[in-house]
């Protein structure tokens, strides 16, 4: 967890939430960072028994590691909200282990392939449009639409940036984001890969994102529900702020002003770039549940004896230039 500014007297401490105890895992010698305040945190749950599967895989029961994750959000909202500073969350290596004390238990493990995870990647691409008097005049008779992208860029937190992506398709299409889904697959460019499963799951996203009274909604999501989200809307909302015909109006009519140098083609992150461009590539990798971002530079070299972990194919130490011990 990172928290800035950083706030004084949260080093170390341990609370107890039902079933779950989360509390504070020394940092030991790795540097400090200036300007924030970061604690390496666990949290802990029984576990009754742990299943193998056909492939010699160990596998994490996904009910007792939800509750595990949402009480570390929990716990780092409580310090943001007492402390009156920014937080975030990422995964170290290892993100996951086992507290096991029986040395037979432990034989067995070790015979196992390990954790049966799904680490992924997120996948963007950035670049500057290029200045052109045609470009930026024909954005004159949509002022209102620059100006929530440029509050979507302006956001460091995915949860905003998709709040205010909402808001501008809304503004372009003069319609509730619940009705804009099927407008906006017709519009944008299939060559993009765009699909109505995709689509449809901003629009599931939109009210638990944004409303908290209960009545659209008995959900509350935050940033790591939509984190997987928001680069692809990102690539349709430029593509509707340039090439929509008609602004604030429901029309799918399409006008050739600007094309991309390059763009995703899938929600998996495919990549198509025009040949001579030049741009840079965005890639954040996923902790070994898909759940938070990996943080490369953070390792726990030497862990608790009765801790004990397995990941095929995945060495810690390609991954990281920060060791902390």
């Avoid at 238990?105 to 997120?122: I, V």
């Avoid at 965005?282 to 990996?294: A, C, E, H, I, S």
Wanted: charged share 25%; net charge neutral.
């Amino acid at each position: 967890m990172y928290f800035e500014p950083p706030p004084t007297g949260w080093s170390s401490w341990e609370f107890k939430f039902g079933d779950i105890t989360v509390s504070t895992i020394p940092v030991g010698t790795a540097p400090p960072i200036e300007g924030k305040l970061r604690l390496i945190v666990k949290a802990e749950i029984l576990i009754q028994a742990l299943k193998e599967d056909g492939e010699g895989f160990i596998n994490i029961p996904e009910k007792e590691r939800r509750q595990c994750e949402e009480t570390l959000e929990t716990v780092a909202n409580i310090i943001s909200v007492f402390c009156r500073c920014g937080r975030s969350i990422s995964s170290p290596f290892p993100c996951v282990a086992l507290i096991i004390d029986d040395p037979k238990e432990r034989e067995h493990l070790d015979k196992t392939r390990g954790f049966r995870t799904m680490r992924s990647l997120n996948i963007g691409h950035h670049f500057q449009i290029p200045q052109s008097n045609n470009l930026i005049s024909g954005l004159q008779d949509r002022l209102g639409g620059v100006a929530l992208l440029a509050e979507a860029f302006s956001h460091k937190m995915q949860s905003g940036r998709f709040h205010d992506f909402v808001r501008f398709f809304e503004a372009a299409f003069a319609l509730s984001f619940n009705q804009v889904q099927k407008k906006l697959l017709q519009f944008l460019n299939p060559v993009y890969g765009y699909t109505k499963e995709e689509i449809a799951d901003w629009v599931r996203m939109r009210h638990p994102l944004t409303h908290a009274d209960g009545k659209k909604t008995d959900f509350i999501f935050l940033d790591t529900d939509v984190r997987q989200l928001t680069w692809r809307m990102e690539q349709a909302a430029l593509d509707v702020l340039f090439n929509k015909g008609k602004w604030h109006d429901p029309s799918r009519t399409r006008r050739q002003v600007w094309v991309p140098i390059a763009a995703t083609t899938s929600a998996k992150g495919d990549l198509m770039i025009r040949q001579g461009s030049e741009l840079s590539t965005k890639f954040q990798l996923l902790d070994d549940f898909g759940v938070f971002p990996m943080d490369l530079q953070s390792v726990i070299q030497t862990p608790p004896e009765s801790w004990w972990f397995k990941f095929e194919n995945v060495n810690p130490e390609e991954q990281t230039n920060q060791v902390m011990k």
